[in-house]
C-alpha cells in the first residue's frame, strides 16, 4: 500500500496525476502480483499470499514501524515535506531525477535524504494548490461511487479537514451488497494521505458515518485505520 501513496505523492508533487482511481487497488482479498510481497499502510501491514491458487492481499496485521507519517513543517514563507524512506519501499529514486521534477513544478528544492526519505520545499501557494489537486480527487472518487451505484449511495459530504464523512444509502440495498461495505477502504486512503500533507501528523483518523436517508440516523460507523 505504500506503493500506492507513493504514487499519490509523486503525482502530486511531480506529475500532477489525479490518484483517486489508484487508491481502491489494493485491499484484502484483492489480487496482488508476487508471493510474499508487502506493503504497509496506516500501520497495518499486508502480505501477498497464495489462497485456493490465487495470489490475493491477506488481511492484514499491526505494524510496528515508526516512520509512517509524513513530516510538513510550515514555515512563513515556504512549507518543508518529508515523505519517510518506507514510502519509496521498491522503488529506485536518485537525487537527478528529483531535481528534475523540481525544477519542472517551480518547487524549490527536493532533497534525497541520508535515510532514504525524501524532503520538498515549496511555497505556500504550491502547496495550498496540491491540497486543492487532492481534495478534488475526493471529490472524483465520491461522484464516482455515486454514479457507479446510485441505488445504493444517495450523497456523501465531509468536514473541512476532510477526516469525518456523511454518506447517505439506501439501507437495504447498502446492506444487500458486500462491496458497499468497503465505501470507507477507498475514502479512508485518500482522507489520511490528504490529513498527513496537510500536517496532522503521523496518525491520522477518518471516520465514516453510514446514515439510512429514509430516517436519518446512523446505522453503521466506520474508522481508518481499521481497529484491531
Known amino acids: ?32 502480483k508476487k508471493e510474499g510481497q508487502v506493503s504497509t499502510v496506516s ?12 495470489l490475493v492481499w491477506d488481511k492484514g496485521v499491526k505494524s510496528n514501524s515508526s516512520d509512517e507519517g509524513i513530516s510538513v513543517d510550515k514555515n512563513l514563507f515556504s512549507v518543508d515535506v518529508t515523505v519517510p524512506a518506507s514510502f519509496y519501499e521498491g522503488t529506485k529514486i536518485t537525487q537527478e531525477e528529483l531535481s528534475a521534477d523540481a525544477a519542472k513544478k517551480g ?15 515549496m511555497s505556500k501557494s504550491q502547496h495550498k494548490a496540491a ?19 446510485p441505488k445504493i449511495f444517495r450523497e456523501i459530504t465531509y468536514n473541512k479537514k476532510i477526516s469525518e464523512f456523511s454518506v447517505s444509502v439506501n439501507k437495504a440495498n447498502f446492506e444487500e451488497d458486500l462491496a458497499a461495505g468497503m465505501i470507507g477502504f477507498g475514502i479512508g486512503i485518500l482522507s489520511m ?19 439510512d436517508q429514509s430516517t436519518g440516523k446512523v446505522f453503521d460507523t466506520q474508522t481508518w485505520p481499521e481497529k484491531e
Open 193 to 211: 494521505f490528504y490529513q498527513m500533507f496537510d500536517g496532522a501528523g503521523e496518525n491520522p483518523k477518518t471516520v465514516i458515518k453510514i446514515i
Open 107 to 121: 518547487y524549490g528544492k527536493a532533497k534525497l535524504n541520508a535515510d532514504g526519505s525524501v524532503s520538498f520545499r
Open 43 to 54: 500501520g497495518k501491514k499486508y502480505t501477498c499470499i497464495n489462497k485456493s491458487k490465487k
Open 131 to 149: 491540497l486543492a489537486d487532492m481534495k478534488k480527487s475526493v471529490d472524483d472518487y465520491i461522484q464516482e461511487t455515486v454514479n457507479d451505484s
Open 1 to 32: 500500500m505504500k506503493r500506492i501513496l507513493s504514487t499519490i505523492l509523486i503525482s502530486c508533487l511531480a506529475l500532477g496525476i489525479s490518484p483517486y482511481a489508484a487508491s481502491a487497488a489494493i485491499k484484502p482479498g484483492s489480487a496482488c
